[in-house]
């Protein structure tokens, strides 16, 4: 099985951001291996808010988050952005996420093929 890419692409001060959060990539299972390109989590716990700027991957992403204490807990699929993406970390929080392989999405969407 191959491994999670351990890169920082896209991540703008990785070095920073890895100061004040927990990341991990893993592997999906054997059996979604070819849709699914790897599971990703940050956590933090935070004194301050922390914003964090990422440039998006040609991928979708299925994104559930919290991002601070008394903060709703959300969800959404994110797809491929032309714009840097920034996001205010606080408090205590985590953010879970599937990056799809290219294209993969379509399996999950229920989306009928282009003609």
Same mark, same amino acid.
């Given at each position: ?12 001060? %990785? @070095? ?5 959060? *927990?990341?991990?990539?893993?592997? $999906? ?6 849709? !699914? ?20 991957? %040609? @991928? ?5 988050? *919290?991002?601070?204490?008394?903060? $709703? ?6 797809? !491929? ?20 392989? %290219?294209g993969a999405f379509r399996a999950f969407s229920g989306a009928s093929p282009p003609r």
């Open positions: 099985m191959r491994q999670p890419r351990r890169d920082t692409r896209g991540i703008v001060d %990785p @070095a920073e951001l890895m100061r004040r959060v *927990r990341f991990r990539r893993l592997a $999906p299972a054997a059996g979604l291996a070819g849709l !699914v390109e790897h599971h990703w989590f940050v956590d933090w716990d935070l004194d301050e808010p922390y914003e964090q700027h990422v440039v998006g991957h %040609p @991928a979708v992403n299925l994104v559930v988050m *919290r991002t601070g204490d008394g903060e $709703p807990v959300t969800a959404e699929v994110s797809g !491929v952005s032309r714009h840097l993406f920034s996001i205010k970390l606080a408090e205590r929080g985590w953010v879970r996420g599937v990056q799809f392989r %290219p």
